[in-house]
């Protein structure tokens, strides 16, 4: 059983509307005209009417001969109101206060008290996440995430929150790097641009790049414009005055964005899509501490090399007299012999390196490098160190590797030098992980350490990994600064017999960058002697220097020495953030694809907006901040101009169907031939202009839809609306609803008592069955589990991975992750009958449930059978049902439960049943 | 019960629009056809199936109406996903060149996950191949026991796919494209057929012991259709289905009462509110559910089976137990009227599946000692218990794999979706027959060359399905299985 939007469309449909359209004027339909400017019209029972809705709604009854139906009850109603602004049922106690507030505005403080609270955000961000496709990960063979997506999340959430006008909303996700009061908020809010999937391992790089680009002109126009654009990609629109060079001068607006990369190999491109930027960016003076650090540190190496240079016998280089059991240089020209490249030999005795396939002869840290292609590049050599040892080496890379920031294990990233016997523990390895974080694990429990992100810009870096076996100490150094050590086991490591370089063994996550200076120390140098190594200060030779020196450049030396070392890049400096790029320059351009195909240009095309709609000039680029073309701000001041018959018509069409259950345009992001037509017309343009008037505030909309009579109706039909309006096309009642998956779970949360009402920051991942992970091709890495506390945040707050759902909510018609949703089925299907039943969530919420019950009214069955129901539906229980759910209790203890697990049977039930379900 | 809320024109209470949504309450519902049938419903009712969209007299309404659109000649498909990819030059498009040129370094062009190449290292196939059956099928040694069924197979031997990526190539075989998103092949086929069994899920995934393919759950999504349409996974032990068995601290007497308890609220609660189907729908779904407890493990139960069918199937040996289990399920579901059975051999990254990278001889020994006898023990107990006419076997995996090495030792393989082998059998194929051919390496099908889109269009050709006609409306687009270009079956197949 189900109910679907728009589906079940014909070809022949199709032709014989194109065919009438082209009889008339196609440009005659309805959504293409200006917004008119009705007045509400007149009825014969103008005392049911409470504002200017009403009146359009029971014109439309009245001409139907149809009576507006009673008013729903109080306790309906505060449900009703609160779900639909919070996602949340109204706590028993809230209820209460309602229905003793007889005052006169009691609604209206309901509705402000509702809009006021932060969960208002939560609710309608969530609805807007469904248009944009969401995701928190790219899909595809890794499914890596996203780097810091769910700051567009948190951005969306709050800009509702704070009633960011509508126009302005759209105009920061759309153009939020360009603007010229631009902040922190407006470049997160460009992340808009980066939710679509990504293969990091294309088959045909130009074709999913034009498949990206498709994605964001197609959500852009469908959800922005309610217009079907992506149809014309490969031929003129079959429905609307649409040709395919409209979509192509559409796309052109985003021709300079940069994609998600420009090269083969499996990772993505970090400066295509991320930019690093303080959350002071845009407020205070945009001093970058990162670039302080580096100054300063530049200018403290640059100082002590200068001192240690004055000494008359400079001391012995870094870390020598170490064990140094092997030394990798890569003095290999790019023309070297075969055998030069096939072999590379190491400069100290030890063993050489195999090579599969490596480029050489690239500039290095020192000399030259060794570059690795992201593809099967790969270095391997006999292990020569064992229990202690200390791994050094230079690396350069600008491209998010594998792996997750929120789990930087090293395994799950670009393996650099990796000592792991699959399957086998008590070994070792290092990897760069997600957006540059460099990660490494030891030993068995494996000892994890990692740093901060970041590393992967550009730019050389030094990285060691030192482990001492007697006291278990493991340290990871990057560019000299311990970024993090641990205290792991002190047995012995089963050291496999081969070290892979370049890749995660065998066969995982391959490195795309250069390595450079690869030494292998059969001992665990100190922290003196790996700044040593990475900065040419002779650190671990700090006594003998300042013994050589005069007093005055000793005592120098030493602070500035100590300074270098207490030296750590800014905590404050900004992490990542997903957001839009350009390219500098003139952005490529942009031809009409012969049936769509990247490989068939036609005719070029500039950018401008679909000619149906061009009945007021598009505003000039505005190029800003020297970064880009200022196309996007132009189409975002096109679409957010007053006299754009589309944008919001569409917007108060979407409140209108959050409330109401349905739109009054149903198909809500196509007003277009294949779309449906409105039920009300009048009230549409009504609204649209009321919109516009407040300032395309949001909030106002909710205000004027939920102060209506209209709103307020019952939704129980009489025999005779249910006779002549079975489909309730006229309005003759409101629309009873299923609650979303993510109201069912928050729902269940919030009777138990245990939700955790935290909000924002990255996604949690709560325990999954095992059954579901048993369906990743990682089961045992696919879904580590966040902290517990965050097991019962909103279900907003979930970790939206591709490759794998929560089984409760994918049951229950969440949207499809890699598709736009405007309107969600509901679906009646056993299997939800089966996880709200059977399953684990379910029950050890009952039993949540069942225990606040005794809390709160310890030993009074009576009572406990109407606090859940208060719980449960809002509202007071009825004797019958008190008496009825004592009896079904006392039976399961018949059964010969105890006491708690037959209570926890009768919340079990309450959570199944339809009026939890469901909401009037 | 009377309802003073009846409305007039109704069944049992029921306008008929409720009583077919209702009567769709089962998993994957009532087939399209029947939704959409006649007897004057679509011509008073201002909106399709799904209650939303506007059904004037429409193509779509005529072609989905007459599902099937010709005689089904498969009632099911069981799809033997051999997933990392399967090598055909070693399994059954027999290559002598590849002997004689072992070793030895070539020009030839591929392109797989280490990018394109223009010369490589010929790996001679490691298994001996030899002609079997009337049809004279070439067969390595791999499958002793495959290559006694040969004469019911036909195989397509210049099978490619866009893309030498798992990732892509995996959606691309399962869904028709490249991109997550889409509903996959069994969601197709429920959405234009529905289930024969209602409490049993139309499209069941079987996966590895070792994990899932990669993309997990996009490989049998339903993607812009609704969740009634995907895939359910099912284990051939434990809780077969997820949350199908009551939790084990309460009896199953103590589980109807929960439902009964729970039926009389939700019977009370309906009393106040007529004009929901969706509520009824509800309570329905309950008692759909509480059946399913009792039949789903019925279904899956091999206890009954013979020990001769054990033999044959190889549940009664360590190596062939996984599979064999997997195939005999599969064959206990298609004669419970499960429309797409899907079972993959492999799972989880590198030599857990089909992809020989590093040791082909090691790697395929492994999978195919797992499959051969399980597989031959399906064709041949189908076949016996007449089943196998009207069950369409699919086997294959997302692409095959290069003729040269990839490495500079060994003897692994690269992906390769230029050309490869699928074979089908059954539900209405032509047996013992071969169509299309690669070059004399193996690397690239030659003259007729069968696009994946090609083999989807065979198997809904086979369920009697138009592939062409049968369409999902989702953003202002007919969607086809087959792209909307569209495709056409692979002729020669059909019987």
């Known amino acids: ?920 | 019960m009377t309802d003073p809320h009846q409305p007039k024109d109704s069944f049992c209470g029921r306008t008929r629009r409720e009583f077919l949504w209702q009567a769709g309450g089962g998993f994957t519902s009532l087939a399209l056809a029947d939704l959409l049938a006649g007897d004057g419903f679509l011509g008073r009712q201002a909106v399709a199936f799904d209650g939303v969209t506007p059904l004037a007299t429409s193509l779509a309404k005529r072609t989905l109406a007459q599902l099937p659109h010709h005689v089904a000649r498969a009632k099911s498909v069981i799809f033997l996903f051999m997933y990392g990819g399967p090598s055909h030059i070693d399994t059954f498009d027999y290559k002598p060149e590849l002997f004689t040129h072992d070793g030895k370094t070539v020009e030839v062009k591929t392109k797989g996950r280490g990018g394109d190449k223009s010369e490589g290292r010929i790996v001679g196939p490691k298994w001996k191949f030899a002609q079997h059956g009337q049809s004279g099928a070439w067969v390595s040694d791999l499958f002793p026991h495959l290559a006694t069924c040969v004469d019911d197979i036909a195989f397509v031997k210049s099978m490619y796919a866009e893309s030498p990526i798992h990732g892509s190539a995996m959606l691309m075989m399962n869904s028709g494209r490249l991109l997550g998103g889409s509903p996959c092949m069994g969601s197709w086929v429920n959405y234009g057929l529905g289930s024969v069994n209602r409490n049993l899920p139309g499209f069941v995934v079987m996966l590895d012991s070792t994990g899932g393919p990669i993309s997990g759950a996009k490989n049998w999504s339903s993607g812009f259709m609704p969740a009634m349409y995907q895939g359910c996974v099912l284990r051939g032990q434990g809780d077969p289905i997820l949350d199908l068995a009551t939790p084990a601290s309460r009896s199953e007497q103590v589980q109807r009462r929960v439902l009964d308890e729970l039926k009389g609220w939700n019977t009370r609660h309906a009393l106040l509110r007529s004009g929901n189907p969706e509520l009824e729908g509800r309570i329905e779904s309950y008692e759909l559910a509480y059946r399913m407890q009792s039949t789903a493990p019925e279904a899956v139960d091999l206890s009954g089976e013979s020990k001769e069918t054990h033999e044959l199937y190889g549940t009664d040996e360590a190596r062939t137990e996984e599979f064999g289990r997997k195939c005999l399920l599969a064959r206990r579901l298609v004669e419970r009227g499960v429309r797409f059975v899907q079972v993959y051999s492999g799972g989880s990254h590198n030599d857990a599946n089909w992809d020989a990278h590093d040791d082909l001889k090691k790697n395929h020994d492994y999978h195919a000692g797992r499959t051969d006898k399980p597989i031959a023990g399906l064709l041949k107990d189908l076949k016996r218990r007449g089943l196998l006419d009207e069950t369409l076997v699919v086997w294959g995996g997302e692409f095959g794999r290069q003729p040269t090495a990839e490495y500079a030792v060994g003897t692994g393989r690269d992906h390769n979706s230029w050309g490869f082998t699928m074979w089908l059998a059954g539900g209405g194929i032509k047996g013992g027959i071969s169509v299309g051919e690669t070059d004399e390496l193996g690397s690239i099908g030659v003259g007729r060359r069968f696009h994946v889109k090609e083999l989807h269009a065979t198997i809904l050709n086979r369920m009697g399905i138009d592939p062409n006609a049968l369409t999902y409306f989702y953003g202002g687009l007919d969607h086809k299985l087959v792209g909307v270009e569209g495709s056409e079956p692979i002729g020669d197949l059909l019987a």
């Open chain 1, 1 to 920: 059983m189900l109910r679907i939007p728009p589906a079940a469309r014909t070809m022949l449909a199709i032709a014989l509307v194109a065919a009438a359209a082209a009889a008339d004027d196609p440009s005659a339909w309805w959504s293409y005209q200006p917004i008119a400017d009705p007045a509400p019209p007149k009825v014969a029972d103008p005392g049911w009417c409470r504002n200017g809705i009403d009146h359009f709604v029971v014109a439309r009854l009245e001409a139907e001969g149809l009576e507006p139906p009673p008013e729903a009850d109080r306790s309906t109603l505060i449900r009703r109101a609160t779900f639909d602004l919070t996602g949340l049922p109204p706590s028993p106690e809230e209820v209460e206060r309602f229905l003793a507030d007889d005052s006169e505005g009691a609604w209206a403080a309901l509705i402000d008290r509702l809009l006021a609270s932060p969960q208002y955000g939560e609710q309608w961000g969530r609805h807007w996440l469904d248009l944009v496709r969401y995701a928190d990960t790219n899909g595809f063979e890794r499914d890596s995430d996203k780097p810091g997506a769910w700051r567009y999340r948190d951005w969306v959430v709050e800009a509702l929150n704070e009633d960011k006008p509508y126009d302005r909303f759209l105009v920061e996700q759309l153009a939020g790097d360009e603007l010229p009061d631009r902040t922190f908020e407006s470049m997160v809010a460009t992340g808009y641009y980066r939710l679509g999937m990504w293969d990091d391992e294309v088959p045909d790089l130009k074709q999913a790049q034009f498949d990206d680009l498709d994605g964001i002109v197609d959500v852009t126009a469908r959800t922005m414009l309610g217009v079907g654009l992506g149809c014309a990609r490969c031929h003129d629109h079959k429905g609307d005055p649409i040709p395919q060079s409209d979509y192509y001068a559409f796309a052109a607006y985003f021709a300079g964005v940069r994609p998600y990369k420009t090269a083969a190999g499996n990772s993505i491109e970090a400066a295509n899509v991320t930019r690093r930027i303080a959350e002071s960016f845009g407020r205070v003076d945009p001093t970058d501490e990162h670039a302080k650090y580096l100054k300063e540190r530049a200018e403290l190496i640059a100082q002590l090399t200068e001192l240690q240079g004055r000494v008359p016998a400079p001391p012995p280089s870094a870390a020598a007299g170490r064990p140094l059991a092997a030394h990798y240089e890569f003095e290999v020209a790019r023309d070297a012999d075969e055998s030069a490249r096939s072999i590379v030999a190491s400069s100290v005795p030890g063993p050489a390196a195999r090579v599969a396939d490596l480029t050489f002869g690239e500039r290095g840290r020192y000399g030259l490098a060794a570059t690795f292609d992201g593809g099967d590049d790969r270095l391997t050599l006999d292990n020569p160190i064992g229990e202690d040892f200390t791994i050094s080496f230079w690396l350069k890379t600008d491209r998010i590797a594998r792996g997750s920031d929120t789990d930087p294990r090293w395994f799950l990233g670009a393996g650099l030098i990796d000592g792991e016997l699959p399957g086998v523990v008590d070994d070792f390895g290092i990897a760069v992980v997600g957006s540059g974080i460099v990660a490494a694990g030891v030993g068995h429990p494996e000892t994890f350490v990692h740093s901060p992100p970041g590393y992967n810009d550009g730019l050389w870096h030094h990285v060691a990994l030192t482990r001492e076996q007697p006291t278990g100490v493991v340290r990871l150094f990057v560019d000299g600064w311990m970024a993090q050590e641990a205290r792991g086991g002190t047995q012995p490591l089963r050291a496999p017999r081969t070290l892979t370089i370049g890749g995660a063994n065998p066969g995982g996550g391959a490195f795309s960058g250069q390595l450079d200076d690869i030494r292998l120390y059969s001992a665990a140098l100190a922290p003196r002697e790996v700044l040593s190594l990475a900065t040419e200060v002779a650190a671990d030779q700090a006594e003998a220097i300042a013994a050589g020196l005069a007093e005055r450049d000793a005592a120098e030396w030493s602070a500035s020495l100590a300074r270098l070392e207490g030296l750590a890049p800014p905590a404050t400096e900004g992490e990542p953030i997903l957001c839009v790029v350009e390219a500098k320059g003139a952005p490529p351009p942009m031809h009409v694809l012969t049936r769509g195909s990247p490989h068939a240009p036609a005719a070029l095309v500039e950018p401008a907006p679909p000619k149906v709609l061009g009945t007021y000039e598009s505003p000039a680029f505005e190029p800003a901040h020297g970064e880009s073309t200022g196309r996007r701000t132009a189409l975002a001041r096109w679409i957010t101009d007053p006299r754009n018959p589309l944008t919001a018509r569409v917007a108060v069409n979407r409140i209108w169907q959050h409330h109401f259950g349905q739109g009054l345009v149903g198909s809500a992001s196509d007003f277009g031939h294949f779309g449906e037509k409105p039920t009300h017309p009048e009230l549409l343009d009504w609204l649209a202009r009321r919109f516009i008037r407040d300032g395309w505030s949001v909030k106002a909309m909710h205000r004027l839809i939920m102060e209506s009579a209209a709103y307020r109706m019952s939704s129980v039909p009489s025999t005779e609306t249910l006779a002549r309006d079975e489909a309730n096309a006229f309005l003759s009642r409101q629309r009873m609803r299923r609650v979303s998956s993510e109201e069912l779970r928050d729902s269940i949360l919030s009777a138990s008592g245990t939700m955790n009402s935290s909000m924002g920051g990255s996604g949690d991942r709560p325990p999954l069955p095992p059954a579901v992970l048993a369906t990743s091709s990682r089961p045992d890495e696919v879904w580590p589990l966040t902290a517990e506390p965050s097991w019962t945040r909103r279900s907003l707050y979930l970790h939206q991975k591709r490759s794998l759902q929560d089984p409760l909510l994918a049951s229950f018609d969440q949207a499809d992750i890699d598709n736009t949703c405007p309107v969600r089925f509901t679906t009646v299907q056993p299997t939800q009958s089966l996880i709200l039943l059977n399953g684990e969530f379910a029950n050890a919420q009952a039993r949540k449930l069942a225990d606040r019950l005794e809390r709160e009214h310890p030993g009074d069955r009576g009572a406990q059978v109407n606090r859940a129901v208060e719980l449960a539906y809002g509202r007071k229980a009825t004797s019958d049902e008190v008496r009825e759910g004592s009896e079904f209790i006392e039976s399961m203890v018949r059964e010969g439960h105890d006491d708690d697990d037959a209570r926890a049977l009768f919340a079990l039930m309450l959570l199944n049943s339809n009026e939890f379900l469901h909401i009037d």
